[in-house]
């Protein structure tokens, strides 16, 4: 059987000639920097790879609770069905001012045949179904296995697939579901990375950040981003994760100024290691004005690498309410479905007045 490190250098000879470091990635045009998603017609894909039956089932389950009574006091109907407008959008009865929104950010270790540290092949069938726990899931390392991923995830709203880049061999992985409506989903993938033949591979796929416009309610819209940096603490990895920040931050600000944003993923920063992961997520936070979910709930683990960050705008008010690892991310014999744990944030959201954000 051939080792990892013999694959990868395999892989690496049929994309090496054309391997460039600043070429962008789009699902729309390569020679754009970014491109929204063709396949979704700049609208998050509306799948149908569930019943209505099943997916109502769902929604009352898990994004609304117990179904409330069929009429409220001013005898208006309040039932589950009234819940669902036309497009299959939910919205809780107050919607129009406040509501509530479980994210999660998991690195589902997705990497092809023989490369990835965990067990894509069996595990990722069962990571599907425990996704219908979460309005908005965001995954990354999810190369290779997107049908298995989506096969029992009942959410409505489904990015597709990215593709490889010029001169690399794998899409950047990057993947949200979603109960809540999106569009313009573009990907735009990192200007610089360290590894191709060493140093935890990271030229041989084409990992950026995608960001997407999300539906909170009716006129009440934030942004999303969904991240996977450069891995590693060489020298070379540390200065190419910090010009990712770089680039974040610009996009950030050129993209979502006076916005309401989330930005989540596997960050691959932990300040722990040296004073330069320390130093480009502090810069990451303060240019951004980001909160960290788990700083603010005291968690207990802000050195972990997959994060949910998020802040607030002048018209919509984003807050963590709770943090957690997800420990139903597990087979039958508790162990887990992936090299990274399952992070679970429940969010609170309102804005000042209707129609903001």
């Known amino acids: 059987m051939k080792s990892r490190s013999t694959l990868l250098f395999a892989l690496a000879l049929l994309v090496l000639p054309s391997c460039d470091g600043d ?55 309040t039932s589950v069905d009234a819940l669902i407008d036309a ?25 092809p045949g023989g490369l990835s540290k965990s067990d894509p092949v069996k595990n990722t069938p069962q990571i599907s179904p425990l996704l ?38 794998m899409n950047d992985g990057l993947t949200r579901f979603s109960n809540a409506k999106f569009s313009g989903h573009t ?28 539906d909170l309610g009716p006129g009440v819209s934030i942004d999303v981003y969904n991240l996977h940096m450069d891995a590693g603490n060489s020298n070379g990895d540390l200065t190419a994760r910090a010009k990712q920040v770089d680039q974040l931050l610009a996009e950030i600000a050129k993209r979502s100024a006076g916005r309401a944003i989330i930005v989540a993923g596997d960050t691959n920063i932990r300040p722990s290691k040296n004073t330069s992961n320390k130093q480009m ?47 139903t991310f597990v087979d039958s014999n508790s162990k887990d479905l992936s090299d990274h744990e399952a992070v679970g944030v429940l969010m609170s959201w309102s804005i000042a007045s209707p129609g903001g954000g």
């Open 87 to 111: 497009s299959g959008d939910i919205f809780a009865a107050d919607a129009a001012t406040s509501g509530r929104l479980n994210v999660l950010s998991y690195n589902v270790a997705g990497l």
């Open 281 to 327: 997520l502090d810069k990451l936070m303060l240019q951004a004005k980001l909160t960290d979910a788990c700083v603010h709930v005291t968690c207990g683990d802000a050195d972990r690498i997959d994060r949910v960050l998020y802040r607030s705008s002048a018209t919509v008010k984003l807050e963590a309410l709770t943090w957690k690892i997800d420990k």
């Open 23 to 77: 070429s962008p990635v789009a699902d729309s045009a390569p020679s754009s920097d970014a491109g929204a998603d063709l396949a979704s017609g700049d609208i998050g894909a509306k799948s149908d790879t569930a019943s209505d039956s099943q997916r109502d089932a769902a929604i009352a389950d898990v994004a609304i609770g117990d179904a409330p009574a069929s009429t409220d006091a001013k005898g208006m109907d």
């Open 132 to 169: 219908n726990a979460y309005d908005l899931a965001l995954m990354q390392e999810d190369f290779a296995f997107t049908t298995q991923l989506s096969s029992k995830a009942l959410h409505p709203y489904k990015s597709p697939p990215g593709t490889p880049a010029l001169g690399t061999f």
């Open 187 to 214: 990907r735009i993938r990192w200007k610089d990375c360290n590894g191709i033949f060493d140093q935890a591979n990271d030229c041989l796929a084409s990992k950026g950040f995608s960001v997407a416009k999300t």
